[in-house]
């Protein structure tokens, strides 16, 4: 994940105006090379299997977006509604959904990136980089002129995710560490921050009361683990099973059922939902390929997208799991590569690939491979389209194509499932999402309406996220 794993080329805008690199271990860089290679640049036979497919399917008929009014601020939720963002010059701001009330939280010789809202909206914890090299976990409140406090801070084990805890005191995160990832928790109240856990990779969710903390990491064989810990470092407990092939595990809103992948006695690797009060499974499901998976906010429906194919990648058709019934069924029959819940449960809003004129995918792959047998990568020629899958009556429509800014694309989405839990793209009101597009070469925040009205740019920015 960037990545709860570094970057490879992420560079930052000094003071000084000169680009320098990201502070990144050789570990992350590795891993994340690994990640791109399996995500994002997928075997050519992988795409020509799906587009070939994909023709014999119907697909979702497009439905443009008509501008008819601009944009409006959607209803204050608990009192807050704005969108937490990264400046051009990797400074931290937040600012109204209308564009309004800009506040700089930040100006200062350093570089962030990655905020994510406390769950009470109270405060932001963000990565922040000094010029020296070193790499620190931030909190700040949301007003101008804020103090930055300090959880953590290292010039040989940067940081690079964190997902605050349900009760807003905790901050979880991840840094390198010489065993490859470190898992720690910082204590906001306390203003500590301890080594709790490594594996490599590492995923995990909070149970909704903030007392536990189910873990996934090594992915899957002999050095993996699934387990549910204590938060405080007083001892873990046995190993749940076996991991299958997946990344973050997901616990239902309630916290009855957990939903992760196990390996059965053959091998295969298994969609399952374990009954947390019985101990015992409650439903598999059989995925070829990674599975990738998110919880209803509002229901214990489980939506889930995998290949339906041997392939190193999790990307596939939308598929609904609905814990109470059992019944599983196909919403978005489609090569979805990311998507995240409305904060309602209504909607699901997923992301494609843009297709060229002649029907063959753009997914920034060229016709060439390099001397491993990868298909290129090309950058500047993927745009992404994003559409909406309405739960209620599985209608379909498409909101609108965009070109991404690098970091969403190469860092957010291809670990969609452990950001989905700690960074939120949906308005308060499920009203509107907050995408970074570049326009003309220049990044910006866009706030896109789900019911047709025009999309508006609010701000310059990297990327951003909306408050909860």
């Known amino acids: 994940m960037n990545d709860p794993y570094g970057s490879l080329e992420e560079y930052e805008i000094g003071a000084e105006g000169k680009p320098r690199r990201w502070p990144v271990k050789a570990i992350a860089c590795l891993l994340l090379l690994v990640m791109l290679c399996g995500v994002i640049s997928t075997p050519l036979a992988i795409l020509l299997y799906w587009n070939n497919s994909r023709q014999e399917r119907p697909l979702p008929t497009a439905a443009p977006v008509e501008a008819v009014e601009p944009v409006e601020p959607a209803e204050t939720v608990a009192g807050v509604n704005r969108i937490a963002y990264i400046t051009p010059e990797q400074q931290l701001a937040t600012i109204a959904p209308d564009g309004t009330d800009q506040r700089l939280l930040t100006d200062v010789e350093q570089s962030f990136q990655f905020p994510a809202w406390s769950p009470d909206n109270g405060r932001l914890a963000v990565i922040g980089s000094e010029q020296d090299g070193g790499v620190g976990v931030y909190v700040i409140p949301d007003q101008s002129g804020g103090e930055l406090q300090t959880l953590y801070y290292s010039d040989s084990q940067p940081p690079f995710?964190?997902?605050?805890?349900?009760?807003?005191?905790?901050?979880?995160?991840?840094?390198?560490?010489?065993?490859?990832?470190?898992?720690?928790?910082?204590?906001?109240?306390a203003d500590t921050s301890r080594l709790l856990a490594t594996g490599n990779p590492f995923y995990w969710d909070w149970t909704p009361a903030g007392d536990r903390i189910l873990i996934h990491s090594g992915f899957s064989g002999e050095d993996s683990r699934l387990a549910l810990i204590d938060p405080n470092g007083e001892g873990d407990e046995d190993n749940i099973t076996e991991p299958g092939f997946f990344q973050?595990?997901?616990?239902?809103?309630?916290?009855?059922?957990?939903?992760?992948?196990?390996?059965?006695?053959?091998?295969?690797s298994q969609l399952t939902i374990l009954d947390a009060e019985s101990g015992q499974p409650?439903?598999?499901?059989?995925?070829?390929?990674?599975?990738?998976?998110?919880?209803?906010?509002?229901?214990?429906?489980?939506?889930?997208?995998?290949?339906?194919?041997?392939?190193?990648?999790?990307?596939?058709?939308?598929?609904?799991?609905?814990?109470?019934?059992?019944?599983?069924?196909?919403?978005?029959?489609?090569?979805?590569?990311?998507?995240?819940?409305?904060?309602?449960g209504r909607y699901i809003a997923y992301f494609t690939v843009a297709e060229t004129d002649d029907s063959t995918i753009q997914a920034g792959i060229s016709g060439k491979t390099n001397q491993a047998g990868k298909p290129n990568l090309q950058e500047e020629d993927l745009f992404l389209e994003v559409w909406l899958a309405d739960t209620l009556d599985g209608s379909v429509r498409r909101l609108r194509a965009f070109e991404p800014t690098n970091i969403f694309v190469f860092q957010f989405l291809p670990f969609f499932d452990q950001y989905s839990l700690s960074h939120r793209i949906w308005s308060p009101d499920s009203s509107s999402l907050v995408l970074p597009?570049?326009?003309?070469?220049?990044?910006?925040?866009?706030?896109?309406?789900?019911?047709?009205?025009?999309?508006?740019?609010?701000?310059?920015?990297?990327?951003?996220?909306?408050?909860?």
């Open 248 to 268: 973050a595990p997901g616990i239902s809103p309630n916290g009855r059922l957990w939903a992760y992948a196990q390996v059965d006695d053959e091998d295969n």
């Open 282 to 344: 409650q439903q598999t499901e059989a995925h070829s390929g990674l599975v990738a998976m998110s919880w209803s906010p509002a229901a214990e429906v489980l939506a889930f997208i995998t290949p339906g194919i041997e392939a190193p990648v999790f990307y596939g058709p939308l598929h609904l799991l609905d814990a109470a019934t059992g019944e599983s069924r196909v919403i978005a029959d489609d090569l979805v590569i990311a998507f995240f819940w409305s904060p309602d």
């Open 161 to 189: 995710y964190l997902y605050w805890s349900p009760d807003s005191n905790l901050v979880s995160f991840l840094a390198n560490h010489p065993s490859g990832i470190g898992f720690h928790i910082g204590d906001v109240v």
């Open 437 to 468: 597009v570049m326009e003309n070469g220049v990044p910006r925040i866009s706030v896109i309406p789900i019911d047709g009205r025009q999309a508006g740019v609010i701000v310059d920015g990297l990327i951003g996220f909306w408050s909860r």
